[in-house]
């Protein structure tokens, strides 16, 4: 519904999945993982709840569907929200505690290189475009760090990235990702 989602599609057709756009209850049948891209987690959540999807898109995540939140998609998962609009709703689902905008504002954005537990040696272009900062984690697993804060974690069957990959030319977390929706929950 926002965010960079064509950028996800493409990235993960280029990994060798079939892709494609969610926007109802319906739409979520048969899927082996979701992608909640980037975009304004506020406006998300009030989207989904308007479409009739904030509950079952909670159910099916939870029920253990592959799931990879980029950015705002990582606030969507959180368990607790910093600084979030008044009456802004989350799915909960990920242990972790979010500050919206925790790196600074839109012409704060940066680019790092970054140590992604299970990627390799190589260091992954993180992109951070008005990211959010993780505070605390709880029962996430953190799969790498930025300035001493997690900016990959993960947690059971889903995998959430303060910055973009969907904005680079690499693909291992997208490959990493369809590896995972490929396995049995």
Known sequence: MQGAFAEHMRALERCGAKARLVRSAEDLEGLDGI???????????????????????RAAIAGGLATLATCAGMIVLAREVSDGMAGQKSLGLLDIGVRRNGYGRQVESFEAALDVAGLGTKAFPGVFIRAPLVES?????????????????????????????????????????????????
Not at 38 to 52: I, Y
Not at 142 to 153: E, I
Not at 163 to 177: A, I
């Open 137 to 185: 984690t709880g029962r996430a697993e953190v799969m790498a760090t930025h300035g001493g804060h997690p900016v990959a974690v993960r947690q059971g069957r889903i995998v959430a990235l303060c910055f973009h990959p969907e904005l680079t030319g690499d693909l291992r977390l997208h490959r990493e990702f369809v590896r995972l929706a490929s396995s049995p929950t």
């Open 35 to 57: 992608v909640l891209p980037g975009g304004e987690s506020t406006t998300m959540t009030m989207l989904m709840e308007r479409m009739g999807l904030l509950a079952p898109l």
